[in-house]
């Protein structure tokens, strides 16, 4: 049977450090060879974009794809699919929205707990969505907290932001005029931006103090956060996934101006299984694009936690095995069991 989980199901389910637990765990079965990862498959349509991601991990024995498409003036649909590994079942298919807000937020946290910063931090945010939310979340369980700003272009959605944020985690949140104002002097900074230009949001200069830069709102080839320079002036550069080389403008740039060397470059799972050390002091910039193996270790947790549940729906045809029939000597015509042709 499938389970049908939808947004409200969900919600509450899987706090922010145990999802951090969860992608370290997953990405640690990356790092020992034992899932498969597909970079983003994206087709543009006339009025929009669909993208679709898919991962295994034999080590959990489940495999997913993700399924997300925007509509122009209408907005973003996610939906995750989670099979059994060993079979092929589909064991529930669950609304992704939620899924992919926690996971890119916990991705940081991943990384932030690689990041040793002394005493209470500040914090610079910049965007004021759902993906905003979870990075300080993120971060939030990871550091001590002094303050969090935070800056968006329109003034009653950074205000909302700082007013609902400083409620749910208890901090000093705090709305600012500028990006230049939630950035500078910040021990850890999060860009998670709407923004679509090839022109980078924030600049090198203001990064004046920061330890720990998490970029994460551009994930599209023709797009940047940040900028050539700042890569080249880093003093290195994490990715979660081997993919973003090619699917992140600002990589792209980065490496086209020669400003992103292999010596001062890795992917996550070498960082947290100890492959890769980070140096001690100056910048270190988290790069995240999103891929399909943070999305199944979550899917996986929500269906262990809730697939049993009786209330929700779960019916018994989706996904179906085509030739389960031909291959026992029947096949059903109609409801009724007739006998099978010889297979060719």
């Known amino acids: 049977m499938t389970a049908m989980l939808g947004f409200d199901a969900l919600d509450g389910a899987i706090g922010m450090s145990g999802a951090i637990d969860l992608l370290e765990r997953t990405i640690a079965h990356e790092e020992a060879g034992r899932t498969s990862v597909s970079p983003k498959f994206v087709t543009e349509f006339e009025n929009g974009v669909m993208r679709v991601l898919f991962a295994a991990d034999a080590e959990a024995g489940y495999c997913a794809m993700k399924a997300y498409h925007n509509v122009k003036n209408v907005g973003t649909r996610y939906v995750v699919m989670l099979y059994d590994m060993n079979d092929g079942e589909l064991l529930a298919i669950l609304d992704g929205r939620l899924i992919t807000d926690l996971r890119t937020g916990a991705a940081s946290g991943v990384i932030a707990r690689k990041v040793d ?33 935070v800056y968006s272009p329109t003034a009653v959605n950074r205000e909302r932001y700082a007013r609902e944020m400083s409620r749910k985690l208890g901090l000093t949140v705090v709305a600012v005029d500028t990006a230049e104002a939630a950035v500078r002097g910040k021990q850890v900074v999060a860009t998670a931006s709407n923004a679509r230009t090839s022109e980078p949001i924030l600049r090198r200069e203001w990064l004046d103090n920061c330890r720990l830069l998490c970029a994460v709102g551009n994930t599209r080839a023709k797009f940047a956060e940040i900028g050539a320079d700042t890569f080249g002036r880093a003093a290195f550069t994490v990715v979660d996934s081997r993919h973003a080389f090619s699917e992140a403008g600002d990589l792209i740039a980065a490496a086209k101006a020669d400003a992103l060397s292999h010596s001062k470059r890795a992917i996550l799972g070498e960082v947290l299984t100890g492959r890769c050390v980070l140096p001690q002091e100056g910048l270190i910039i988290f790069k995240s694009v999103g891929m399909a193996l943070q999305d199944l270790a979550l899917a996986a947790r929500y269906y262990e936690l809730l697939g049993s549940r009786k209330d929700l729906a779960s019916p018994s045809n989706v996904a179906s095995l085509r030739d389960r029939d031909r291959r026992s000597g029947t096949v059903e015509s109609r409801g009724s069991a007739v006998q099978a042709a010889p297979l060719p």
Request: aromatic share 6%; proline share 3%; no cysteine.
């Open 117 to 149: 910063i002394r005493g209470r931090i500040a914090v610079g945010i910049l965007g004021s969505g759902n993906q905003a939310r979870t990075q300080l979340e993120a971060l939030a369980a990871v550091y001590p907290f002094e303050r969090a700003e």
